[in-house]
């Protein structure tokens, strides 16, 4: 079994920043593709960023230019680093993985953290 482990959320001013961390646990071989997504009330969830094994990184257009993605594989772990927060940016943010283990490739998602920003 996997387990995921979100950190980082919480108030912040317009313009601050956020670093969310994700940490995966368990019976883990190793990790391919590594996202944050985020849902606001009312709202789909959406993806923000994305990073590939091999580092290739995407985001929506939304967080262009104030975001960046990134990962340690040595500790599981993928990052969020927002920057120049905006009131649309508040949600709550979830960690997915593609984790193989035991053999097998599955899907895992994080609790979610939650992410305010005041005006």
């Known amino acids: 079994q996997v387990q995921l482990v979100e950190s980082g959320g919480g108030l912040v001013q317009t313009g601050g920043s956020l670093r969310l961390s994700c940490v995966a646990s368990g019976s883990i071989s190793s990790i391919n593709t590594m996202a944050w997504y985020r849902q606001a009330p009312a709202k789909q969830r959406e993806l923000v960023a994305v990073i590939t094994r091999g580092g290739t990184t995407n985001y929506i257009d939304s967080v262009k230019g104030r975001c960046t993605i990134s990962r340690d594989d040595a500790k599981n772990t993928v990052y969020l680093q927002m920057n120049s927060l905006k009131p649309e940016d508040a949600a709550v943010y979830y960690c997915?993985?593609?984790?193989?283990?035991?053999?097998?490739?599955?899907?895992?998602w994080g609790q979610g953290t939650q992410v305010t920003v005041s005006s």
């Open positions: 997915n993985l593609d984790v193989w283990s035991l053999g097998r490739l599955n899907n895992y």
